[in-house]
């Protein structure tokens, strides 16, 4: 033992190592956990969105795309945005147990922690509408997002007048019955409304307005409309007559 020792002793001094003084391992450690908070705040933001998405999903649209109810959840789940979220949450799980104590801990405790944090400061972040600002930011910043995003906000799935689906922008509104919008296709239609027509909060029949409308197509650009929804639909429906005896 006096032998390792004098060995450690003078290698110490002909490499004139020195220890590192405790602020250095300090940092080390604050910078780790800050990268963990980081990951975990990232976590969140994702699950916000994920509960956004699923929120404004209109889960009655499988009937018109002819395919099962089964089949329509799955191709509505923001698959993208729930694989940042385990990213995100293995990113914080990997800086946990790289901090002074984390290595102590068993990995089921550091993963659950980590998806804990996540869903719930997302939960809380969905509620302030920070969901809905990050993915319509992302879907006017990222050219590809629509193609990859859920199924009922795919401008392509809803301009299908034949199917009876039509979504577009409100260009002029004619009288309380009677509108047009510009489909996300570029081609204009005229959109007549009755009594039975089902409108959805809170829809505002107004130009500039982006509209998704579940009808039946009667002649060339003339679409009936069973109900009309906001494009971000998050209301309630109400029959359309009752807008009508307001104006």
């Known amino acids: 033992m006096d032998n390792l020792g004098d060995k450690v002793l003078r290698k110490i001094k002909e490499e004139c190592i020195c220890p590192k003084p ?10 780790i956990w800050f990268l963990f908070l980081v990951a975990l705040l990232l976590g969140s933001l994702a699950f916000c969105v994920v509960l956004y998405v699923l929120s404004v999903n209109d889960w009655d649209l499988y009937q018109y795309l002819h395919t099962s109810l089964v089949g329509h959840i799955l191709i509505s789940i923001p698959y993208i945005w729930i694989i940042f979220l385990a990213i995100f949450v293995l990113i914080a799980h990997y800086n946990f147990k790289h901090t002074k104590s984390g290595y102590r801990r068993e990995t089921y405790f550091v993963v659950g922690l980590s998806v804990a944090g996540s869903l719930f ?5 969905y509620i302030l509408g920070t ?3 990050i993915e319509d930011f992302v879907e006017t910043s990222v050219p590809m997002y629509e193609k ?14 034949s199917r009876g689906l039509l979504a577009g922008k409100i260009v002029s509104v004619m009288d309380a019955r009677n509108f047009e919008i510009k489909d996300f296709s570029g081609s204009a239609w005229q959109i007549q409304e009755d ?31 069973r109900e009309i929804r906001p494009w971000k639909n998050k209301g309630e429906a109400h029959k359309a007559n009752a807008r009508l005896e307001n104006e």
Not at 148 to 161: E, F, L, M, N
């Open 22 to 31: 405790r602020w250095q391992f300090l940092m080390k450690d604050y910078f």
């Open 121 to 125: 400061l997302g939960v809380f972040l």
């Open 195 to 225: 009594d039975d027509t089902l409108e959805y909060d809170p829809l505002r029949i107004q130009p500039g307005e982006d509209v998704k409308i579940i009808g039946e197509k009667k002649m060339d650009f003339v679409f009936w409309a």
């Open 131 to 133: 969901g809905e600002k």
């Open 148 to 161: 990859i995003a859920c199924c009922s906000t795919r401008k392509d799935i809803w301009v299908q007048p």
